[in-house]
T-cell receptor, first 110, second 115 residues
């Protein structure tokens, strides 16, 4: 049983496009939710946390649906620099252990 | 800035060798983690530690052990390296407190090849 499931892609979109990634998690007791970004041959880094009310950071919007155990990330006006792998991440309990999805690969082309 | 460093970026070892991967963080974080990352499989947790001398098994601990003698240092040990342990190894740390609670900060990774 995989804790966090994501569509691996790849997603190939032109600059300026809007793209959405989805993720589901298996444990209804999960407490915290995140999107991490991993550039090619680099380490993962936190992109944004995901809150129940939904949250936005510039061109990025994250949504959480606890009833459906579903998380999404929307990227508007895609840039070439958005090309990366996006990891959906869930914390099921206290003490800091995170569960990572396998990642969704995005390529933005000019 | 939080900094997590790993002892080597690239490492080549032979089957049966004992391998030590070192990780050091400079932010006084309580938690430290070792992952391996393989194409198509994503990040898989090997071991983690919530405090000095404490360790917990992750999802794939077989063939590995860890040591945390000091808060800032977390070592991953491959007792007898095998070819199926060829992978990218990533260390991470996080704190239990404050605004960055739960955010994991990763080191640059060690690409280990076992021949």
């Amino acid at each position: 049983r995989k804790e966090v499931e994501q569509d691996p892609g790849p997603f190939n979109v032109p600059e300026g496009a809007t793209v959405a990634f989805n993720c589901t998690y298996s444990n209804s007791a999960s407490q915290s939710f995140f999107w991490y970004r991993q550039d090619c041959r680099k380490e993962p880094k936190l992109l944004m946390s995901v809150y129940s009310s939904g949250n936005e950071d510039g061109r990025f919007t994250a949504q959480l649906n606890r009833a459906s155990q579903y998380i999404s990330l929307l990227i508007r006006d895609s840039k070439l620099s958005d090309s990366a792998t996006y990891l959906c991440v869930v914390n099921e309990a206290a003490l800091g252990r995170l569960y990572f999805g396998r990642g969704t690969q995005l390529t933005v082309w000019p | 800035d939080v900094k997590v460093t790993q002892s080597s970026r690239y490492l080549v070892k032979r089957t049966g060798e004992k391998v030590f991967l070192e990780c050091v963080q400079d932010m006084d974080h309580e938690n430290m983690f070792w992952y391996r990352q393989d194409p198509g499989l994503g990040l898989r947790l090997i071991y983690f530690s919530y405090d000095v001398k404490m360790k917990e098994k992750g999802d794939i601990p077989e063939g590995y052990s860890v040591s945390r003698e000091k808060k800032e240092r977390f070592s991953l040990i491959l007792e007898s390296a095998s070819t199926n342990q060829t992978s990218m190894y990533l260390c991470a740390s996080s704190t239990l407190w404050g605004d960055s609670y739960n955010e994991q900060f990763f080191g640059p990774g060690t690409r280990l090849t076992v021949l």
